[in-house]
């Protein structure tokens, strides 16, 4: 290690930088090379979400030049994105406050549109496009607010919730993509309609809390034929989602099922739910485990990119969820503990949070807004930037309980 070599929070990085070492292995991140320039600002995002600290070498670092553009490309250059067509088109609070009545409506309607299911009904594709035409306007104004929302959970409604959470997981991903809203409408309903085919398990297999025999796992697995032929008997159905019912269980190495599809075989907005379907699953309290926190299942998503989920789309997904997602609860360095309110595209690692908990974990006589991006310009100290990533109910913070409240609302 060069003699000019120095550790440095990920707050600290510039353009120009040369970052000779991580906080950890360099296989637990998508960068290319071991050793790279900092060449833009999106290279110090992507540090963020894999690194708290970097090592920095001062003889291989240079000042950037306007014209200049390294040809040392040491971050993975396919995580870039492309930009986002819509830009929030309300301030969060605003949209937290009409989003509400959006989110109650919507699960609600699709509790409603798989009760009619499994009793036999039709899938009521109207109703089910005007819930995901909902969803799509409250993510093109302000994506966080619902995404805030879909934290709320209920686990003895976990399929219904799980598809909507899906619906405007896949939206949110889409409109990242740089989407048109002709095609989030089709990707939500995709998500919306992925698992209807669970409808037509018997619900001692579909909530049984122990490990599936292996009977009774052909029997779950079978969601996805289910899912597609309710879907081709109903009239009105985007074809896209009849697809993605079947295929969202298919791996990029041909392992899934039920086709054992691989690589290209797979159509994109499969690729995508497979990825949102999973993610959310892993965050959720099921009848046969408990929630893990986003950044455990961001981890396990990136592991298994290239096998289980296209590379590309997984990278990408993790570069949007990043690792404090709107409702993550989330310990500082001083010990304070707040809740994620709004992410910062600029500085993924510093979004915006309410303060709930003093350094003891007792709860403060008045809730704070703090905008830790105020780290960067050096107006908070480094005390404020997040230790840790905590579930749902620690430390006595409930996350539903807040929603119900309008915490936000003031």
């Known amino acids: ?20 070492r991580l906080d950890r292995d360099w296989l637990e991140t998508p960068f290319l090379l071991q050793g790279f320039h900092i060449e833009e600002e999106g290279d110090i995002d992507v540090i963020a979400e894999y690194c708290q600290y970097v090592y920095i070498d001062d003889d291989k670092s240079v000042k950037p030049k306007a014209s200049e553009h390294s040809s040392n490309v040491g971050t993975a250059r396919q995580v870039r994105v492309n930009p986002n067509i819509f830009q929030p088109e309300v301030p969060l609070e605003d949209e937290h406050r009409r989003v509400m009545g959006t989110f109650r409506q919507a699960r609600s309607l699709t509790k409603t549109l798989l009760d009619d299911i499994r009793l036999g009904g039709a899938i009521n594709t109207e109703q089910a496009r005007h819930t995901v035409n909902e969803c799509v306007q409250s993510v093109i104004r302000h994506p966080d607010a619902l995404l805030w929302m879909s934290k709320m959970r209920d686990e003895n409604e976990y399929t219904a919730e799980h598809c909507l959470n899906v619906c ?12 048109e809203e002709s095609e989030l409408q089709n990707l939500g309903m995709c998500g919306l309609l992925h698992d209807v085919g669970k409808m037509k398990i018997p619900p001692e297999i579909l909530n049984k809390p122990d490990r599936l025999t292996v009977d009774e796992m052909r029997i779950m697995m079978a969601h996805t034929v289910h899912g597609r032929n309710l879907l081709l008997s109903s009239s009105g159905i985007y074809t896209g989602a009849i697809d993605v019912a079947l295929s969202h269980h298919e791996r990029i190495d041909g392992k ?19 990825i949102v379907d999973a993610y959310d699953a892993m965050t959720a309290d099921r009848c046969y485990q408990t929630a893990r926190t986003s950044t455990e299942a961001i981890k ?25 997602p709107a409702g993550s609860i989330v310990e500082l360095y001083s010990g304070e503990v707040g809740m994620v309110i709004e992410s910062n595209p600029r500085y993924r690692h510093l979004p915006r949070i309410v303060m709930l908990r003093d350094k003891d974990k007792q709860p403060l006589p008045k809730e704070v807004m703090v905008d830790l991006s105020l780290v960067e310009k050096g107006e908070l100290s480094k005390d404020y930037l997040i230790k840790q990533v905590w579930k749902d109910k620690t430390f006595g913070i409930t996350l539903k309980n807040y929603l119900e409240r309008g915490l936000f609302m003031a």
Not at 173 to 178: M, V
């Open 1 to 20: 290690m060069s003699s000019n070599t120095q550790k440095v929070h990920v707050s600290e990085l510039r353009v120009g930088m040369f970052v000779s």
């Open 168 to 179: 405007i997981l896949a939206i949110a991903f889409g409109r990242h993509l740089g989407m």
């Open 256 to 274: 899934g099922y039920p086709r054992q599809l691989s690589g290209n075989s797979i159509s994109r907005f499969s690729k995508i739910i497979a």
């Open 300 to 324: 396990i998503i990136y592991k298994d990119r290239g096998t289980h989920f296209d590379e590309q789309l997984a990278l990408k997904f993790l570069q949007m969820v990043g690792l404090y």
